[in-house]
């Protein structure tokens, strides 16, 4: 009983976080700039900043809303859903970081330098990547979960 309170709380404090940077990627895009501090960095445009800003606001309000009554089925699905939005929307940042990092600059070169490859992977990363270490505590969950006869 125990374990499942220490994860309707786990998964409720990373809803709150989840919805906080999905208002926080809305709210950027809208001012029409960017925004990064650390190495948390919100892009300012249109598809990542709005539409990934919905997404990933949805996937907080889908941990908020399936931390009530975690062991049911329905409400652990929500649970579920929600990270599989984060990880939807950090495979299309971390892609779009790999991609960027293969041509080289402005200088006309085919292919990056070694130091500008590796360069390209340092921090700041957009919020779901960040997010996305914190998500996978549901396949934990997954596995533990003893199917039903």
């Not at 009983?1 to 709380?9: F, G, K, T």
């Not at 990373?14 to 926080?24: K, N, S, V």
């Not at 895009?29 to 539409?51: K, N, Q």
């Not at 340092?122 to 914190?134: G, I, N």
Request: hydrophobic letters at 50%; aromatic letters at 16%.
């Amino acid at each position: 009983m125990a374990e499942r309170s220490i994860a309707a709380i786990y998964f409720a404090i990373l809803g709150i976080i989840t919805t906080a940077f999905g208002i926080a990627d809305i709210l950027v895009t809208m001012g029409a700039g960017s925004f990064a501090f650390g190495i948390l960095e919100i892009p300012g445009d249109l598809f990542r900043g709005v539409w990934g800003g919905f997404i990933v606001l949805s996937a907080g309000l889908f941990y908020l809303s399936g931390i009530r009554n975690f062991e049911d089925i329905h409400q652990f699905s929500k649970i579920v859903m929600g990270s599989i939005l984060i990880w939807i929307m950090a495979g299309c940042d971390i892609f779009a970081i790999i991609t960027e990092s293969i041509p080289g600059g402005e200088d006309g070169t085919w292919f990056n330098t070694l130091d500008g490859f590796l360069g390209t992977y340092a921090p700041p990363y957009a919020p779901a990547v960040l997010l996305l270490p914190f998500s996978l505590v549901v396949v934990y969950y997954i596995y533990k979960r003893k199917p039903e006869m």
